[in-house]
């Protein structure tokens, strides 16, 4: 049962654009969550997070919005570069926003800019 | 430089034969995990500890094995490998509270035959 779900496998956008990537969840214990960019022959590093009690966070080019009725987050990166064409993780925790023991991670969407 | 670090990068074993895949990290964090990627699922945990001597299941524990005797060090025990442990694997470790969750190796990839 996968818990947090990232429908779009892909995502193809031009230099210059926004890029939208969306995360679904069903458990409504997750309070926290977080994103994470992975790039081939690497782990996963840390991009932005959010806590339940925010419906937005910024972040120079990244802002990421939580919409807790409809269990729903999406990653806003404005202006795309090239550099951002990676693989996005969405990633979900029930730790109160401190404890990420148990960190739930979403199929992964991955991203490419083209120039 | 403050890092997670797993060995062996690579891996192709045989059924059935014990291997272990390390993992150290020197931040001093007190949660450390390990999780496998495979396509289309992302990103599953397998088990994940909170200190010392301190283990709990994740995801998807069933063929694995893990230790935490020493802070610093958390392996990933396969006692009996199997095809469908053929995957990417990823250690991480993170402090008690973070905002930014776990800082995470660069992956062991296992093949099992």
């Known amino acids: 049962d996968q818990q947090v779900k990232q429908n779009s496998p892909s995502l193809s956008v031009q230099e210059g654009r926004i890029s939208i990537l969306n995360c679904d969840y069903t458990n409504s214990m997750f309070d926290y969550f977080l994103w994470y960019k992975k790039y081939p022959a690497e782990g996963p590093t840390f ?34 570069q090239p550099g951002d064409s990676a693989v996005y993780f969405c990633a979900a925790s029930d730790g109160g926003g401190t404890s990420y023991g148990k960190l739930t991670f979403g199929q992964g969407t991955i991203l490419t800019v083209h120039p | 430089e403050a890092q997670v670090t797993q060995n062996p990068r690579y891996l192709i074993t045989v059924t059935g034969k014990k291997l272990t895949v390390t993992c150290s990290q020197n931040m001093n964090h007190e ?18 500890s909170m200190n010392v001597e301190v283990t709990d299941k994740g995801d998807v524990p069933e063929g694995y094995k893990v230790s935490r005797k020493e802070k610093r060090n958390f392996p990933l025990i396969l006692e009996s490998p199997s095809p469908n442990q053929t995957s990417l694997y990823f250690c991480a470790s993170s ?7 776990y800082t995470f190796g660069s992956g062991t990839r296992l093949t099992v035959v």
Do not use: C
């Not at chain 2, 402090?95 to 969750?101: A, K, N, V």
């Open chain 1, 47 to 80: 991009l932005i997070s959010i806590s339940s009690i925010k419906d937005k966070n910024e972040d120079g080019r990244f802002t990421v919005f939580l919409n807790k009725s409809a269990k729903h987050l999406s990653l806003h990166i404005v202006p795309s």
């Open chain 2, 31 to 48: 949660y450390m995990s390990w999780y496998r990627q495979d396509p289309g699922l992302g990103l599953r945990q397998i088990y994940y």
């Open chain 2, 95 to 101: 402090p008690r509270t973070s905002p930014s969750g």
